[in-house]
């Protein structure tokens, strides 16, 4: 890890001081935890996957001009991004239901949603995350009206684009969760900004004629092989670089 100040030490990522104040380093570690870090495991190499598929996508995301915190992938473990003032709010966007919502409404695992569903959470670890409602976001000046609509908006928009994304490499985009902050501006004003990361440790992918599951729930639910299957993640993206030389060498002995 760079020698730089260590400004907050997240569950799987630390955060640490920019080149400029604007700015901060997000490393992502090896840690993977799970029922608000009552489960804690070391995975390794874990982190290296998300810093190149959370890089992936926010490139893709910046692309289709939605705004994001991402400046530039530094090396294996770190990335430069804006440093922007975090929304105590998470925003999950489901498709098809899995998780929590299961137990909380009685649902069956796999329920295709007629239309994609905006939850709210508010970030708070020492609560445990709860659910919360458009009203308490409003009500307690935790983002405002405008803030909450903007947020929502860009919630839907990047489900549609990263549903087409994953389903073209085979993938059923089943839920996420996002965190949006203020930038703030040299003359005092703010801007939304996508911000943390979007990898396996924050979405629920599912392999389009298996069913398996490709995320997270592979360490909550103990069934293994996480590892192995943020690496196919990355690979069926496109993004790990010794494929991408070994395809290159294949090339040039054809040619
Ligand atoms: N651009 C940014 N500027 C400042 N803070 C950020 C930025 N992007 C993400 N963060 C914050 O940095 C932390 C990233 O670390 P990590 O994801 O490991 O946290 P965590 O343990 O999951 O805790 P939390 O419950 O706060 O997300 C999060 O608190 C996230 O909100
Ligand atoms: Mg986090």
């Known amino acids: 890890m760079s020698k730089k100040k ?3 030490e997240g569950k ?5 001081e920019g080149p400029t104040p604007d700015t901060v380093i997000q490393y992502f570690k090896d840690d993977a935890t799970a029922n608000n870090a009552e489960k804690h495991s070391i995975i390794n190499g874990k982190g290296v996957l998300n810093n190149s598929i959370s890089d992936f996508l926010m490139n893709r995301i910046n692309e289709i001009g939605i705004p994001t ?4 992938k530094l090396n294996m473990r770190e990335q430069l991004v804006r440093k922007v003032e975090i929304i105590p709010v998470e925003f999950v966007v489901r498709n098809i239901a899995a998780g929590s919502i299961l137990k909380r409404l009685g649902l069956k695992e796999g329920r295709v949603f007629s239309r994609p569903l905006i939850e709210h959470y508010l970030k708070k670890d020492e609560l445990g995350d709860p659910l919360i409602n458009e009203d308490h976001i409003v009500n307690f000046e935790w983002a405002t009206r405008d803030e909450l609509d903007e947020m929502n908006e860009y919630g839907l928009r990047i489900n549609d684009f990263l549903r087409g994304l994953f389903l073209g490499i085979g993938l059923k985009l089943i839920d996420f969760k996002i965190e949006f902050g203020r930038y703030y501006s040299d003359d005092g004003n703010s801007i939304l900004l996508l911000a943390d990361e979007i990898s396996p440790d924050n979405c629920r992918l599912w392999d389009v004629s298996t ?10 639910q103990d069934i293994g092989g ?3 299957a943020y690496q196919e993640v990355a690979d069926r ?3 790990l670089p010794e494929k991408k030389k070994y395809s290159n060498a294949k090339t040039e002995i054809v040619k």
Do not use: P, S
């Open 211 to 220: 069913n398996h599951k490709m995320d997270k729930d592979l360490f909550r």
């Open 237 to 239: 993206l496109g993004i």
């Open 226 to 228: 996480l590892k192995e």
């Open 6 to 8: 260590i400004l907050y």
């Open 12 to 16: 799987a990522k630390t955060i640490l």
């Open 69 to 72: 915190h991402y400046i530039k």
